[in-house]
């Protein structure tokens, strides 16, 4: 018998599958599998997720795109890690024409990680392997949306986000289950046009979704 993890995760993989076309689904194996292989290696996620990654990382990161118009095709996502949810985004995104994600992750062996899952994919990826700061105001025009996932506090991820919501960009961030705190301490430094939004992939869990955000006035 399998364990209540591993029966969880057949039945993620099985509902990716029936919600995303054929060659979609065929980019997020090869994600997973090279996830795999490089985990060996590289401290991309957490180990104990790794017999979960159907549901703890892909399908945590697929949700995401039900939040954004559906023609979307300039993404950000910063500090991007083990590519969750950046490349699982950017397998999404493949069949739109003119797709371009843009994935920030200084670390440059994750970087590499990135890279060569994008190449092997086939996805619409930029890598930056540099610091946030250093690539922001870079990028920020014109980009649509900006990610984050396990990245910073939201104080912390507001100030590092804010070139881009400041230009027009939807920020949307998967957040734990202190989600309503985080919000709560942020908004003693910024005004927020944001909601906060049930997971599909944990009942705690939540995703914000930010419109606009301005520093409060000392």
Do not use: Y
């Not at 990028?139 to 804010?162: M, N």
């Not at 949307?172 to 989600?179: E, H, L, S, Y």
């Not at 599909?200 to 955000?213: G, N, P």
């Amino acid at each position: 018998m399998k364990p209540t993890g591993a029966v969880a995760d057949d039945a993620a993989r099985a509902a990716v599958e029936a919600a995303v076309s054929r060659e979609t689904f065929r980019r997020l194996g090869l994600i997973v599998e090279l996830l795999r292989k490089w985990q060996k290696t590289i401290n991309l996620v957490a180990p104990a997720t790794l017999s979960e990654v159907w549901s703890r990382h892909i399908a945590d990161s697929l949700q995401l795109i039900n939040h954004v118009a559906a023609d979307s095709i300039r993404w950000v996502d910063l500090g991007s890690g083990g590519g969750f949810p950046g490349l699982v985004v950017a397998a999404a995104l493949s069949e739109r024409p003119g797709a371009d994600v843009h994935l920030v992750e200084s670390d440059t062996r994750k970087s590499a990680f990135l890279r060569e899952v994008a190449r092997v994919a086939e996805l619409p990826v930029t890598v930056h392997a540099h610091r946030i700061e250093q690539v922001a105001q870079m990028l920020a025009p014109g980009t649509e949306v900006v990610s984050a996932r396990a990245l910073a506090p939201l104080p912390k991820l507001l100030e590092l986000a804010e070139p881009f919501l400041t230009a027009g960009a939807l920020g949307v961030f998967p957040k734990g289950r202190d989600a309503e705190r985080e919000l709560t301490e942020a908004r003693k430094g910024w005004t927020l046009d944001c909601d906060l939004r049930a997971s599909v992939s944990d009942r705690e869990a939540r995703v914000l979704l930010v419109r606009s955000a301005r520093r409060n006035s000392k």
